[in-house]
C-alpha cells in the first residue's frame, strides 16, 4: 500500500472527512515519528509496533565490482520492531 492509498482507503472509511484534511493527518504523523527518529527517540505505537535507530559502525567494505577494499562510514538506521497484536494477525491462520 502506498501512502496515496492509505490516505483514499481513510477518506473513504472517514466521509465526514475532507480527503486534503485525511492527506495533511497522515503527512502529519509521518513528520512526527521521522522528527522523533531524528532526535534519538522511540516511537512506540502499541499492538502495531516499534521505531527506534541504531547505529551501525564503520568498517572496510569491498567493491563488489573491483574488489578493492573501501571504508564505510558510520551511520544510523531505521529499526522496526513488530507490535505481539500485529505479528498474532499476520499468524493467524484463515
Same mark, same amino acid.
Do not use: C, W
Given at each position: 500500500?502506498?501512502?496515496?492509498?492509505?490516505?483514499?482507503?481513510?477518506?473513504?472509511? *472517514?466521509?465526514?472527512?475532507?480527503?486534503?484534511?485525511?492527506?495533511?493527518?497522515?503527512?502529519?504523523?509521518?513528520?512526527?515519528?521521522?522528527?522523533?527518529?531524528?532526535?534519538? /527517540?522511540?516511537?512506540e505505537l502499541r499492538g502495531?509496533?516499534?521505531?527506534?535507530?541504531?547505529?551501525? *559502525?564503520?568498517?572496510?567494505?569491498? /567493491?563488489?565490482?573491483?574488489?578493492?577494499?573501501v571504508e564505510v562510514e558510520?551511520?544510523?538506521?531505521?529499526?522496526?520492531?513488530?507490535?505481539?497484536?500485529?505479528?498474532?494477525?499476520? /499468524?493467524?491462520?484463515g
Open positions: 500500500m502506498t501512502k496515496s492509498e492509505l490516505i483514499q482507503r481513510l477518506a473513504e472509511a *472517514n466521509p465526514h472527512l475532507y480527503q486534503r484534511d485525511v492527506e495533511r493527518i497522515v503527512t502529519t504523523i509521518f513528520e512526527e515519528i521521522t522528527q522523533a527518529l531524528a532526535d534519538g /527517540n522511540r516511537v502495531f509496533g516499534a521505531f527506534s535507530v541504531k547505529e551501525r *559502525n564503520s568498517r572496510v567494505g569491498r /567493491n563488489p565490482r573491483t574488489g578493492e577494499a558510520a551511520k544510523y538506521i531505521p529499526y522496526f520492531k513488530t507490535g505481539k497484536q500485529l505479528r498474532e494477525k499476520l /499468524n493467524t491462520s
